[in-house]
């Protein structure tokens, strides 16, 4: 049976993330595992799916809404503002606020890809919560869909502050960084546990082990190596799922500050 697998959380430039798909479908085959690429615009149900072989995830979604997937595992980012299994976001403006600290945001705009993601609202909420009053710290808070389009939204003054994750952002500088004109960084989130790699309950342990090793050679094998390079691909390795829980504390400790939403 062929299942479908994809890799849709840093699909910056299609072309590579193909290249990526193409050669994890070369390296399954290869351990007797029939895959074929799929893309989803819809994410929830492609993660929840019961053939589920192979997606990426963000670790908030993970913690709330998928108990049920296995962890694969999880890359290792070179972008800029990573550290081993950990990446972090950017706490992203316009240029003529480039001398502001986040504090002084109270009361202005913000703007996430979705309240299911770490790096864009889950981290933003953590960092402004000890400085949020009655709860509240922006005046609003918009929803736009993407970090990309979350970054348009800044530039067309639509909101003036974004959490981007940094590897997006890196990918971004390289490919389109005319997405990233007249933006600058004036902050950043703690480290969290990188994006995780999901597959179904239902699959075997076999194939759960043909996964982790065509994913070790993706990262090793030197006929990989620039189009992981190219992908800010590192490494991989497998963490305990207890690796992602402190993506539930950063929630819990807002919470605990009276911020439970953005």
Not at 9 to 29: C, F, K, P, S
Not at 177 to 187: R, Y
Not at 244 to 259: K, N, P
Request: net charge negative; with cysteine.
């Amino acid at each position: 049976m062929t299942k479908t697998f994809s890799l849709p959380m840093y699909d910056i430039n299609h072309a590579t993330t193909e290249a990526l798909t193409d050669a994890l479908v070369q390296l399954l085959a290869a351990r007797g595992v029939a895959a074929r690429v799929a893309w989803h615009s819809d994410l929830l149900p492609h993660w929840r799916d019961h053939d589920l072989l192979l997606s990426q995830t963000c670790g908030y979604p993970l913690v709330k809404l998928l108990p049920d997937v296995q962890l694969v595992g999880a890359f290792q980012s070179s972008a800029p503002g990573c550290e081993g299994l950990r990446y972090r976001s950017w706490l992203v403006v316009r240029a003529e606020d480039a001398a502001l600290t986040l504090a002084d945001f109270r009361g202005r705009r913000a703007v996430c890809n979705s309240d299911d993601s770490h790096s864009g609202y889950n981290s933003l909420r953590y960092v402004v919560a000890p400085l949020a009053q009655q709860g509240r710290f922006f005046a609003e808070t918009g929803f736009s869909g993407s970090h990309r389009q979350s970054l348009a939204a800044l530039r067309h003054q639509q909101a003036d502050i974004a959490a981007i994750d940094c590897i997006t952002w890196a990918l971004l500088l390289h490919n389109f960084p005319e997405e990233l004109a007249g933006l600058t960084i004036i902050g950043e989130t703690p480290l969290c546990a990188a994006l995780p790699l999901i597959t179904a309950a239902s699959t075997d342990q076999p194939t759960l082990a043909a996964l982790r090793s065509a994913l070790t050679q993706l990262v090793q094998d030197e006929a990989y190596r620039e189009l992981c390079a190219t992908s800010l691909i590192g490494g991989f390795a497998t963490p305990d799922r207890a690796f992602y829980d402190e993506v539930l504390q950063w929630e819990q400790q807002a919470a605990t500050r009276g911020v439970t939403a953005l």
